[in-house]
Structures are given as C-alpha cells and as structure tokens.
C-alpha cells in the first residue's frame, strides 16, 4: 500500500526521512571516503604480484605449457630457500626437520602460493585488467630475488662463494638463453 500511489503523504514522508538520514550521515560518509582511496590501491599490482608477472614472463617464453604452475613452483622454491637460510640462522634446530619436513615444508609454500596467485585464475584476471608491461628493473629486481634465495641459502651453510659464483652464472645463461631461443612472452593487453 505504501508505493501504490493511493497515499501520496507516505511516499512524501518516506522521501523526507531519506533526505534527513542523508543530511546525519555525511560526516560519516566524508570520514570513509580514505576507504575508497584504500580501496583504489587493490587495483595495483602489489610488490609479490609484480613478482609474479616478471617470473611468468620469463617462463611463458619456453614453457608454453604450464608456465603458471612453472613459475608458481619456482617462487615457492626461492621463498623456502630464504625460509631455510632464516632457520638456520635462528636458534631452531633445523635437522631435525628431517627429510618429511623439508618436503612438507615445500609442499605447504606451494600450497600458499597457489592459493595467493593460481586459484580461480585470480592473478590473471588481474593482469588482463591492469594490463602490466615488464620493465628491465622489474626483470633485475626478480632476477636477484630469485638468484638470492641460493646465495642466502649458501652464505648461512657456510659454503664457498664460488658455489654461488656458479649459480650465478648458471642463472645468467638460462636467463639469457631464454631471450635467445624462446618466443615472445605471453602478454596481457
């Protein structure tokens, strides 16, 4: 009865009380307002995400495959090297982690990451609306995430810098091999 048009003086009210909450609740509407800015900054590719992107493109250029479960596996790796060189360098007793344990522990990082970036194909609905494009910084920077977790890994067992010298190496022909031999990267434009 009341929007039947039969009793004009209620929709009249209904209208009055809507303008009056509006007028009581605009300071608390401005007060929100850094919410929508807070809100802005998901639309950007955080630090991890561009992380990420510069790896798959890299892995997308010879792995054509499966370069997402390629690339998520790589991180995981290099996040579980620093994982590593953190215990050992911490009071924990890291043998006693065993076998089972480091696999585990591989297991339970892919896991977050596959989570993080591969469910619901979530990373990529992301790059096909942000429309990320790769820069030689972000390349680098990747490079050196990546190649750290070995070296990380290596100064706190002990090891000799040429083990890392080697690495290193070894990083730069792979990387420098795949811009070589492999296509153009997968691109989200």
């Given at each position: 009865m009341l929007w039947t048009g039969k009793n004009k003086s209620k929709q009249k009210d209904f209208a009055k009380c809507l303008a009056e909450s509006k007028r009581q609740f605009a300071p608390v509407l401005f007060i929100a307002q850094p919410l929508a800015i807070i809100l802005m900054a998901h639309r950007?590719?955080?630090i991890y995400e561009k992380l990420f992107f510069y790896?798959?493109?890299s892995t997308s250029r010879t792995n054509k495959s499966i370069p997402d479960?390629?690339?998520?596996i790589f991180i995981s790796v290099a996040t579980t090297l620093y994982m590593f060189a953190i215990g050992i360098l911490s009071p924990l007793d890291m043998k006693s982690l065993g076998r089972k344990g480091f696999m585990f522990s591989m297991l339970f990082?892919?896991?977050i990451h596959w989570f993080?970036?591969?469910r619901n194909g979530r990373i990529f609905e992301k790059f096909k609306k942000l429309k990320p494009k790769a820069s030689l910084t972000g390349k680098i920077l990747s490079g050196l995430y990546t190649f750290g977790g070995f070296a990380?890994?290596?100064y706190t067992l002990g090891m000799d810098w040429t083990?890392?010298?080697?690495?290193a190496i070894v990083f730069?022909?792979?990387e420098f091999s795949t811009y070589i031999f492999g296509t153009e990267p997968i691109k989200f434009q």
């Open positions: 950007k590719l955080n790896v798959y493109t479960w390629s690339t998520t990082v892919i896991a993080y970036f591969l990380a890994l290596f083990y890392t010298l080697i690495i730069g022909a792979v």
